[in-house]
């Protein structure tokens, strides 16, 4: 079904899973450490058991509602969280933002529910595709990073709204 469409976000997989077990098995390996070279219970372990609350609030903040995935099908994408997908068509989109100077780079969506008695928004968001690995685009006048696959949503959902606006 996906192999013509083009693929604008990438993995969350590492961010998700692989970073977050390296840093638990640090912190574990440090506080064991702790407790071996203390000969018992010391105030030091308290330190990477504030690292771990730390991370888990962190990554969770981070990452909370981020696809897996998300095709580019010319007039919709298509999200996919695990084994469930969602299609969002850009005439629904109300709002594209994309924070560029956290870790990581993420744009959301805001969207508008249709509907007489639903008129509530909700977000979706996705870790876009970087133009280059180390740097991405800097733009040293704005003092931001760019996106190029950004800007091009944001002249894409306009474009959209723009249509849906003439045919409705």
């Known amino acids: 079904m996906q192999q013509d469409a083009r693929i604008i976000s990438r993995s969350a997989v590492f961010s998700r899973r ?4 390296i840093w638990l098995i640090f912190t574990s390996l440090m506080t ?4 071996y070279h203390a000969g018992g219970f010391t ?9 771990i609350v730390f991370m888990a ?5 981070a990452y909370a509602g981020v696809a897996n995935c998300v095709y580019d099908n010319g007039d919709s994408l298509t999200f996919v969280y695990g084994k469930e997908r969602e299609i969002v068509y850009l005439k629904d989109v109300m ?5 560029s100077m956290v870790s990581p780079d993420k744009v959301t969506l805001t969207l508008r529910r249709s509907g007489a008695e639903n008129t509530s928004t909700r977000e979706v968001a996705f870790l876009p595709t970087r133009t280059n690995w180390n740097t991405g685009d800097i733009s040293f ?10 800007e ?3 002249e894409r959902v306009d474009t959209a709204r723009r249509h849906d606006d003439k045919t409705g």
């Open 18 to 21: 692989v970073f977050p077990a």
């Open 32 to 35: 064991l450490s702790f407790l």
């Open 43 to 51: 105030i030091a372990v308290f330190i990477p058991l504030g690292m």
């Open 57 to 61: 609030h962190s990554f969770k903040k």
């Open 95 to 99: 709002n594209v933002n994309y924070q």
């Open 141 to 150: 006048k704005t003092f931001r990073r760019e996106n190029r696959l950004f």
């Open 152 to 154: 091009e949503l944001v």
